[in-house]
């Protein structure tokens, strides 16, 4: 079975502070990851998309360890807005049903 | 550019009753896909499609009908709903199987 697992926390961490999760997956095969942020009773938004070792994008930065299976976030000075929970998520590795979504990790971001 | 859009956003129905889900989405993408989302299980995945007229089952895909003649459109249906079927259900599209996929807005369904 193919599976994206995650800590799903939650990580208190005072504003302005770094926080990094970390996912791990199953699926040997899977080709792209990526990472959605979902706030609370709304649909899951890219965050990042993740296709070779690693990806930056301003604050956020997403590693890639294919050797080991997992992909890590980092968030760099937090800010308040960034509070809402993080999914990790891998492709099917070939198969039609697109992607693996992991269950998140809930992030709050405390003034 | 309205992106992907769900209808009802709300749905409140009865044991046994039928109710569709509509998701429209005006980018052409080949791929949608629908899931539900519940506390402690995450995103699962229902059905998906990968062009018109070809549709395949997800993870959960019982007690669902779902079908795709236009590519802009993909329609789920609970054909006798259970207070089971009591979820978030999200509409989404992506160019291919393996690229990022757009998520609707949701729609919340309770069934009494």
């Known amino acids: 079975r193919k599976e994206v697992e995650q800590d799903p926390g939650p990580f208190n961490v005072p504003e302005g502070a770094t926080v990094a999760f970390n996912c791990t997956y199953s699926?040997?095969?899977?080709?792209?990851f990526f990472w959605y942020r979902q706030d609370c009773r709304k649909e899951p938004k890219l965050l990042m998309s993740?296709?070779?070792s690693g990806n930056e994008d301003g604050r956020f930065t997403a590693q890639l360890n294919r050797a080991s299976q997992y992909i890590s976030l980092l968030i760099r000075d937090s800010k308040l807005s960034d509070s809402a929970t993080y999914l990790c998520?891998?492709?099917?590795?070939?198969?039609?049903?697109?992607?693996?979504f992991g269950k998140g990790t809930h992030l709050i971001i405390q003034p | 550019d309205a992106g992907i859009t769900q209808s009802p956003r709300y749905k409140i129905t009865e044991t046994g009753r039928q109710v569709t889900l509509m998701c429209h989405q005006t980018?052409?993408?080949?791929?949608m896909f629908w899931y539900r989302q519940d506390l402690g299980h995450g995103l699962r995945l229902i059905y998906y499609?990968?062009?018109?007229?070809?549709?395949d089952k997800g993870e959960v895909p019982d007690g669902y009908v779902v079908s795709r003649s236009k590519t802009e459109n993909f329609p789920l249906t609970l054909e006798s709903a259970t207070r089971s079927q009591t979820s978030v259900y999200f509409c989404?599209?992506?160019?291919?199987?393996?690229?990022?996929?757009?998520f609707g807005p949701g729609t919340r369904l309770t069934v009494t």
């Open positions: 980018w052409s993408h080949s791929y």
């Open positions: 998520v891998a492709n099917s590795g070939g198969g039609a049903d697109g992607l693996t």
């Open positions: 993740v296709y070779s």
């Open positions: 499609s990968a062009a018109a007229d070809i549709t």
């Open positions: 989404a599209s992506a160019s291919g199987a393996r690229y990022e996929q757009y």
């Open positions: 699926n040997s095969a899977s080709q792209s």
